[in-house]
């Protein structure tokens, strides 16, 4: 009896503190801004601290949740997604999105394709495991990069930097998801599975991703009939609750995992459908306020399990080779790829600047990495973890210390009033 007491005051005692994580993010993002540090670092340094001082908190290692880790982050992701593709005010076309277009082809492809065969060559990696770290390095997450995406609905300005990477972020997690299962196919392949190219490509590379971007443009279009032009046509009854966000996203994605396509395209392009349909309509800015609101909960958690995590031996593999190989991303194979990639875009060399260095890593890559590992057996998966770990650790340092004061400086210069 006394055991079992003693296992209810470790639960409450952990509802408490996530409570009151969750709770600090009222507060956060005035904060953040008027201090000039992402929430992101406050909350991972809260995390260690708080693991430090206690240890009846839930032990945050993926190797011994690797399933719960997998749909946590999912959830974060979709929920951010969703967001995402609400608040960007820039209507769809070819010619208007240039930059993310640029972004999660040219940019995503060649800075896969670089961290495959630098692990490859210099790390001694296998195959498997040095593509797996490209397609989890790869992808810019939009679940940590509110200081330099843009901000609500209908906004009065526009900005090159803050549309790239806002819609960059919403895009890419579902485009890296192929080289996902490419690195799984590869990885089942050195376990004795003979390797199916053809069928990943037709499947995972081709069939998937239009699943997933006509689910998102069906069930948008769909939604957006019953939520705007339905109660004015018939003078039905209107929505006002922000909540039905939520509802959707968790709609979208469980239908198109259904049907096999991927959810995280089928959510991003659902939410811009919604936007282009009605670009002004009032209920955007409900809908993404509360999504915002949920994100920011479930960020708050996930940021202080990721602190527990670096307390706890996440980092027990990283050796000097990792740890510098994972600074080269970050500091120099993203920034000049991106770089690269945007050359004739007619964009300030300055704007093409942040927008390559302010490529942040995050939840995006927790996911990637458990769903993988989850998947088949990599011969480096702790090295991998520990890598992605520091990648993440190492972004919400130094781009939470400097994206405010760098995006201040360039919305005095670039931001435009929208006419």
Known sequence: MVFVYLLKMDYFFTLAIFGIAALGMAWMPALSEKIRISYSLIYVCLGIIVYLLFDRLPMPDPFLHPVATIHFTELVVIVAIMGTGLKIDEPFSLKGWRLPFRLISLT???CIAAVCFLAWYFLKMDLASALLLGAVFAPTD?????DVQVGPPQETTKDNIK???TAEGGMNDGS????VWLAIIIALANSGQPPDF????LVYGLYKIAAGIICGLLLGRGLAYIFFKLPEKYQGIKINDGFVALCITLIVYGLTE????YGFIAVFVCAVTLRNVEMQHKLHRKFHAFTDQIERILVAITLILFGGSLVNGILDNLTWPLALFGLAFLFAIRP???WFSLMGTGIHPKEKRAISFFGIR??????YTAFALQQAKFDYAREIWSLVAFIVLVSIIIHGLTASTVMKKLDDRFSNEVV
């Open 108 to 110: 995503m492809f060649g």
């Open 142 to 146: 939009p679940v940590l990069a509110s």
């Open 163 to 165: 549309f790239a990477i």
């Open 176 to 179: 890296a998801f192929p080289f």
């Open 198 to 201: 053809a069928s990943w490509f």
């Open 258 to 261: 259904l049907v096999k396509g």
């Open 336 to 338: 000049v790829i991106g």
């Open 362 to 367: 995050g939840i995006g890559s927790f996911f």
